[in-house]
């Protein structure tokens, strides 16, 4: 009886509970936050510019003469009153002869520039575009001078001669800053776009 009671008392004693093991936790690697550094990106940038030929810009500024030729006309009421402004185009007078001692010089220009010129496509785009720019200024040129052929103003000092006068001085003096304007832009090589004109001129091309 001693025995069967020790033996169960063996066997109601509890085990030695096991030792729990330390939680091991994988090791991470040290992750480094510093940007790496870069080599700057070098960009090279080459305009290409190419400059116009001095034969185009001579070319181009000899089409815009033609306007302004047929448009000195215009200006008689203005050099009239102020003499000192002949002075300006006093230089171009032995050329301005040369081209009027000519007979039919002006048609003969006109057609020269635009059949020689703006239809030649020999030529690059800036002199045909600087040509039928003139070319459509000297056409410009001729409606003044058919409305006053029309309409008669006569000669003497009512409104309708002042309208005259009022009207050839405002178109000299378009035509001569015109044709300033053309001038210089094609001696630096640039394109230049005039007023009620440019448009017109570039839907021929």
């Given at each position: ?29 040290t ?19 190419t ?29 009239a ?19 009027r001692?000519v ?11 635009y ?8 030529f ?82």
């Amino acid at each position: 009886m001693a025995s069967l009671c020790l033996s169960l008392h063996q066997t109601l004693k509890p085990s030695a509970a096991p030792r729990p093991r330390p939680l091991s936790f994988p090791t991470t690697s040290t992750i480094s936050l510093r940007p790496s550094p870069k080599r700057p990106s070098t960009f090279t940038t080459r305009a290409s510019y190419t400059p116009t030929p001095a034969t185009e810009r001579v070319i181009s500024i000899a089409s815009y003469a033609l306007p302004f030729f047929n448009s000195l006309q215009y200006g008689r009421f203005l050099f009239a009153q102020y003499p000192k402004l002949a002075l300006l185009v006093e230089p171009i007078f032995p050329i301005l002869n040369l081209y009027r001692s000519v007979p039919g010089a002006s048609f003969v220009a006109f057609f020269g520039l635009y059949l020689g010129v703006v239809r030649n496509t020999s030529f690059s785009r800036y002199v045909r575009f600087n040509a039928m720019q003139a070319v459509t200024l000297d056409v410009l040129l001729a409606v003044p001078v058919l409305l006053t052929r029309i309409l008669d103003p006569g000669h003497g000092g009512g409104f309708g001669m002042k309208a005259m006068m009022w009207g050839h001085t405002g178109v000299f003096v378009f035509s001569f800053m015109c044709f300033v304007y053309g001038v210089v832009s094609c001696l630096v090589g640039k394109t230049p776009y005039i007023p009620l004109v440019a448009d017109a001129a570039g839907r021929q091309l």
